[in-house]
């Protein structure tokens, strides 16, 4: 056989090999389990390390000055020290206190202010950043369109409307929760969280509802979304003529903004169970992401049910998006630029694309909460403008440097 046959053969069966995950990869069972990790892992090189150790050190280095900031004066050395006291870290006391709830144990001041109060902001922007940069890549793949992110698709516009139907229809609105001894009053405003999550999946879901027609399409999903998104925007501009109390505009803003001001182990705690679940999803479909960018015809002929996979793919997206909300609001951007600038480091192997998003989301969303602390201090500004006005600029770069921008 030639060499220009045997490369036609290799051509021929990269697509269904490479790409498709229902239909056998290793026929050949030589090599042992060394040669076998090696073949599985080929994909990995030199750029995605770059770019995981980039993001890594910054989100380091953000995170030291992000807390060594606050009215306790600390140099970021004492943070350093904080942070790594070995009577925080290997106490088991401290960590039933930070992941359980439990009371925190007695440790110096440093190390309570350090613990307690200022890392579970670099936390929570950390899992904010992971969540919000894949839902992206998510959504892109899903709609093989770059421009696509959980602000273009209607989650974020529906979980700002479900906000301020909350706090300005139903402020004075409290729940009584019946227990077998007492009972809990909870006011709505303590609900918020899931109150977001679930506006965000009930507007997708309309989005999904609007865009089928015997199934959906890429474009008609996107045309669906920014239909949603304008009018629940809209909804949401007129429900501030009808706040009538400062306090509700001001958590309004906050909420609708993003910002991180004032989270603590709580939000880590919410945040961290649907993260796990659904980046483990996410990650474990990397192969399906890769065959739906194929186009739809291509992915029907390998054996995917597009139609099954491409709602199941969104319903994690989804997922992943409501969870960043329900901890830090509508953080407008992160979702959009992230994977863009990961896709033009790594390409868009969705195996390499999901393991960048997972490192450069964080370092983005670290490094502009340090941005929104430090830019008019003492005054915080909330997070999700200072990525606005990043996001803004880079996407005038790219329309000013690229011709075809848009689908992928």
Known sequence: MTEDELASEDGNRSLAERFSPWRARDSDAGGGL???????????????????????????????????????????????????????????????AFLLGEAVPEMSTESLIVWNI?????????????????????FQAVTRNELASPFILGVSSGAGLAILLTLVAFAGVTLVVPLVVTEI??????????????????AFLLVYAIAWKNGTSPVRLVLAGVIVSTV??????????????????????????????????EQVRIAIPWTV??????????????????GESTAKSLGMRVERVRFGLSAVAVLL????????????????????????????????????????????????????????????????????LVGGPYFLYLMRRQESLGEI
């Open 34 to 96: 060394a040669g076998r990790l090696v073949r599985r892992f080929a994909w990995l090189d030199t750029s995605l390390l770059a770019l995981i150790l980039g993001s890594t050190a910054i989100v380091v280095g953000a995170g030291l000055v992000q807390v060594s900031l606050g009215s306790y004066e600390m140099t970021i050395g004492q943070a350093w020290a904080a942070v790594f006291n070995p009577n925080v870290l290997f106490n088991p006391q401290a960590w039933d």
């Open 118 to 138: 200022r890392l579970p902001r670099v936390l929570v922007a950390v899992l904010v950043g992971m969540n919000l940069a894949v839902s992206g890549a998510i």
């Open 185 to 202: 009053t909870l006011g709505l405003s303590a609900l918020l969280p899931l109150i977001a999550a679930f506006g965000g999946i009930a």
């Open 232 to 265: 629940f925007g809209s909804l949401q501009t007129a429900m501030f003529f009808f706040a009538d109390n400062i306090g509700v505009v001001q958590s309004a803003i906050q909420w609708t903004t993003g910002s991180l001001t004032g989270v603590d182990w």
């Open 277 to 294: 679940f659904g980046l483990a999803l996410a990650i474990v479909s990397a192969r399906q992401l890769n065959v739906l960018l194929l």
């Open 321 to 388: 998006a409501a969870a960043s909300i329900a901890v830090a609001g509508i953080v407008s951007f992160v979702g959009l630029i992230v994977p863009h600038v990961v896709r033009n480091v790594v390409g868009s192997d969705y195996r390499k694309l999901m393991i960048g998003c997972l490192f450069a989301g964080p370092a983005l969303m670290v490094a502009a909460d340090v941005g929104a602390r430090l830019a008019l201090s003492p005054t915080q500004i909330p997070v999700g403008i200072v990525t606005g």
